[in-house]
């Protein structure tokens, strides 16, 4: 079962793995607590769900930094960030529920 926002998260049942594929906010408005607001609208949308996977690219410190501060840890890493960039990126998986 698959369940879409905007194309920016998708639900995996057999596993309860969240997988968020997009969460930016803009410069601008960073550090508000936008971005965690984000997060847990996320975890809120699926109760089921016992983990949440994010694919954040390498060179994008500020973002590693937010989800390492929201609970994140290195779970490995992908070739391909979102499944078509070409770009290298981290994952990062949070226990929830």
Same mark, same amino acid.
């Given at each position: 079962m698959r369940r879409r926002g905007r194309d920016s998260k998708r639900f995996d049942s057999d596993a309860k793995i969240i997988l968020l594929n997009q969460l930016y906010v803009?410069?601008?408005?960073?550090?508000?607590?936008?971005?965690?607001?984000?997060l847990e609208e996320v975890e809120a949308s699926f109760p089921e769900a016992r983990t949440l996977r994010v694919e954040v690219e390498e060179a994008n410190?500020?973002?590693?930094?937010f989800y390492r501060a929201q609970?994140? #840890?290195?779970?490995?890493?992908?070739?391909?960030?979102?499944?078509?960039?070409? #770009?290298?990126? #981290?994952?990062?998986?949070?226990?929830i529920g």
């Open positions: 803009h410069p601008d408005c960073q550090r508000r607590g936008i971005g965690q607001a984000l410190a500020p973002a590693v930094a609970g994140f #840890l290195p779970a490995g890493n992908t070739a391909d960030c979102g499944g078509g960039s070409g #770009l290298p990126a #981290l994952i990062f998986e949070k226990v």
